[in-house]
């Protein structure tokens, strides 16, 4: 493919016009010549009577040219047509020979243009949908890893605390009944102690008995018959107390574990992981084996979604509440919104103004952007805070970013991961967070060591999961892939480039808006240049933000008014 020297001295991929000295964008590609053309070459191409019938697509829509290969019987002659009946590609000359006469035939280029559409398609179910859902299905396993240790991790604290509660529970029993055992010690003393003071009374009344017996016998016999007979009192009785008996409490260790909680596996049927269904993917054609074999006809090969051959104005309206319309991020159910210098504002597709806040955004940056929930994520640049709107108009503080000053943002449509660029005064990084807010990836440096960015303005993430970025200082977008790794850096076409506002859309386009040129710059997935989408043909001045919607429309701001211009540009 030939290039430029700007381009080849920028780096750049570009498609050419095949026609000798013509070296505009080769956007146009013919099937029958299997050259790249440009508009204008495409239709002298087609006023030739040679030409009128010539197969001129989009270049991305092109058939593949079919390989070389010699016919096994004619080694001089090339295999480019396919026999029906035998089931065998043949060469001109075996086509003109008698084994194969009477036998239908089919042009060998186009079945395998057919066959290269069909594995081109199902490598693309590969690329766009099988790896990046194993992936999600990676991922979420991840966070079910963490959300399991979390859990275990819950419970083994609440066993302990419930450990700690029997053990202060069995402490404050234990020392109710130690209490009691002095209460009933003091008891059975006391009524002992009553006992003892009994005796003692009893045996001081005996002393003083054996003195009055004693005086009566030392008297005269005369005195001693006289008197009168004394008599004793008996011996007082006291009850020998029983003493309190003990008996263990009747337990086991399955007493004690029931006592402290029981840990199982609930007997339900385990949630299937959700396995996003298989949308359409964008594919140069849609085949099946079925419908090759029914027809051949070129109505077969409409490619599921493709660029459209013009850029069509759907509508425009006014934003109410900013001067200037710099940054737009579209939503659920189509609501926008905008931001200026320091008001965010949100809007239904009529314009009419539903929210607004104020910011500190202040400066011409993407730092605000629509989450998969219908939420918001934007930045208070002056805080260093980014906070978070749920869908019911909820604002809450999310993530601090410390000494770090974050400007621009983007809410990954793949895992829900928040992408947030982050600059100080010498300084810049790309940092990847959970939708949790947990810092996950930091991108600063690529493999050699040097700095990946500048001033990274505004953010994105592409379909395959590449980071791409519209570094303003650098005057270049900035893409690494979904590790962190430099894919490449677009810095136009040669002549001087300022990019703002980018987005990507479902065919992993990058679009983004050159403020110097005042054009819309359409890429593919690795950086090469297609066309300029939208440029003054279109009515375009100064495009600052850009954004695709669920439904596949362009959404475009202008700095210099607080207009949004929607467009299609895919069919």
């Known amino acids: 493919m030939a290039t430029t020297s700007d381009e080849q001295a920028a780096g750049q991929h570009y498609l050419v016009c095949g026609i000798k000295d013509c070296q505009k964008n080769g956007q146009f590609y013919c099937n029958d010549c299997h050259q790249p053309m440009c508009e204008q070459c495409k239709d002298e191409h087609r006023k030739s009577p040679n030409n009128k019938n010539h197969d001129i697509v989009l270049y991305r829509q092109r058939k593949h040219r079919l390989p ?42 186009e079945i395998y243009a057919e066959k290269y559409a069909l594995w ?3 490598f693309s179910k590969i690329q766009k949908y099988f790896l990046p859902t194993s992936e999600d299905l990676k991922t979420d396993i991840k966070e079910d890893v963490k959300e399991i240790k979390k859990i275990m991790e819950s419970i083994r604290t609440s066993m302990k605390a419930e450990a700690e509660s029997l053990k202060n529970l069995v402490d404050e029993v234990t020392s109710d009944k130690i209490k009691h055992t002095h209460t009933m010690e003091k008891s059975l003393l006391q009524m002992l102690k009553s006992q003892e003071t009994t005796y003692n009374d009893y045996i001081k009344y005996l002393g003083k008995m054996s003195e009055k017996f004693q005086e009566y016998l030392s008297t005269t ?47 339900t049927e385990p949630e299937k992981r959700k396995i996003q269904p298989m949308e359409a993917v964008s594919t140069p054609m849609k085949f099946t084996e079925k419908q090759m074999e029914q027809s051949k006809e070129k109505s077969d090969m409409k490619p599921t979604l493709s660029l459209s051959s013009s850029v069509t104005k759907v509508r425009e309206y006014s934003v109410p509440g900013v001067d200037n319309a710099y940054h737009v991020s579209v939503g659920k159910s189509g609501r926008l919104w905008v931001s200026d210098w320091e008001n965010l504002v949100q809007t239904d597709l009529q314009g009419n103004l539903l929210q607004k806040i104020q910011t500190s955004g202040y400066r011409e940056e993407g730092y605000h952007t629509a989450t998969q929930d219908g939420g918001l994520i934007y930045i208070d640049i002056d805080e260093k805070v980014i906070y978070r709107i749920t869908p019911d108009g909820k604002i809450t503080e999310f993530i ?24 100080t005064d010498e300084e810049a990084k790309v940092i990847r967070y959970s ?70 859309d479902v065919l992993g386009h990058i ?60 069919q």
């Open 400 to 423: 601090k970013t410390g000494d770090w000053r974050p400007i621009s943002l983007h809410s990954s449509r793949i895992n829900g991961d928040i992408l947030v660029g982050m600059i």
């Open 221 to 267: 016999n005369q005195k001693l018959l006289s008197s009168k007979i004394l008599k004793l009192k008996t011996i007082p009785e006291t009850s020998k107390p029983f003493p309190p008996v003990f008996t263990p409490g009747q337990f086991n260790r399955d007493d004690v574990a029931k006592l402290l909680g029981i840990l199982n596996i609930p007997n």
């Open 68 to 109: 070389i290969e010699k016919c096994k019987l004619h080694p001089t002659k090339n295999v480019d047509i396919f026999c029906r009946e035998c089931n065998t590609p043949l060469c001109l000359k075996c086509f003109l020979g008698k084994e194969h006469k009477g036998h239908e035939f089919d042009d060998l280029e």
């Open 435 to 504: 939708k949790t807010g947990k810092e996950i990836q930091n991108m600063k440096r690529n493999n050699q060591g040097q700095e990946l960015y500048e001033y990274p303005r505004y953010i994105t993430e592409n379909i395959n999961g590449d980071i791409c970025t519209s570094d303003h200082s650098k005057r270049a977008v900035v893409v690494v892939n979904k590790s962190g790794q430099h894919r490449f850096s677009y810095a136009g076409l040669g002549s001087e480039f300022r990019p703002f506002g980018i987005c990507t």
């Open 120 to 122: 081109q398609g199902e």
């Open 511 to 570: 679009l983004v808006c050159d403020i110097v040129s005042e054009t819309v710059h359409l890429l593919n997935q690795d950086g090469g240049f297609l066309s300029f989408i939208l440029s003054e043909q279109q009515g375009i001045e100064h495009p600052q933000g850009v954004c695709v919607d669920d439904e596949n429309n362009l959404h475009v701001t202008q700095c210099d008014t607080n207009t949004v211009t929607v467009y299609k540009y895919l």
